[in-house]
T-cell receptor, first 114, second 114 residues
């Protein structure tokens, strides 16, 4: 079965601090794509970062970076210099193969405190 | 780029009526569109996948006669909830992709059936 596990239902961080959200997944595919999506209170799903499994280099987008450990099937998200606007649900997801359905984790609710 | 709109953002209807939700990719042509349902504080549940010009593929347990999906063009997909009942009340989200692994999401539609 192809699954995504986010073991932290809720997390909080102080403004300007760094926080890491964990994600593990299970798949027998060798080629796949990993994502972190953010869903703020507005409920708009926003793509935060994308990682191609065949690339060893970790993806980064400004304050957001990932630690991709393919052998361990781990894909954690690090948010640096946390801002109040980062408060949201964060969903880890992957697409097995090059096209197909997104498989989502259950999400981590992140609260950034002033 | 990669903007997806959804209309309406909120709809209230009486039990037994039908409701149509539109999903449009505004700045790209989407070969595939997806429809999700999200319950409060839960992850997204895929309902169906639609490709332009062909019949939608429904996930197990989703009634195709209840949730009619039409993907009439490369920029428009519609979801019609037929004979809506209170248990159909939910948050419905569409997404679109262009021959790639990455899905871009609409802002969602909150449906309330009285």
């Amino acid at each position: 079965a192809q699954t995504v596990t986010q073991s932290q239902p809720e997390m909080s961080v102080q403004e300007a601090e760094t926080v890491t959200l964990s994600c593990t997944y299970d798949t027998s595919e060798n080629n796949y794509y990993l994502f972190w999506y953010k869903q703020p209170p507005s409920r708009q799903m926003i793509l935060v970062i994308r990682q191609e499994a065949y690339k060893q280099q970790n993806a980064t987008e400004n304050r957001f970076s990932v630690n991709f450990q393919k052998a361990a099937k781990s894909f954690s998200l690090k948010i640096s210099d946390s801002q109040l606007g980062d408060t949201a649900m964060y969903f880890c997801a992957f697409v097995p193969g090059s096209q197909g359905n997104l498989i989502f984790g259950k999400g981590t609710k992140l609260s950034v405190k002033p | 780029g990669a903007v997806v709109s959804q209309h309406p953002s909120r709809v209230i209807c009486k039990s037994g009526t039908s409701v149509k939700i539109e999903c449009r990719s505004l700045d790209f042509q989407a070969t595939t569109m997806f429809w999700y349902r999200q319950f409060p504080k839960k992850s997204l549940m895929l309902m169906a996948t639609s490709n332009e010009g062909s019949k939608a593929t429904y996930e197990q347990g989703v009634e195709k006669d209840k949730f009619l999906i039409n993907h009439a063009s490369l920029t428009l997909s519609t979801l019609t909830v037929t004979s809506a009942h209170p248990e159909d009340s939910s948050f419905y989200i569409c997404s679109a992709s262009l021959k790639t692994d990455t899905q871009y999401f609409g802002p969602g539609t909150r449906l309330t059936v009285l």
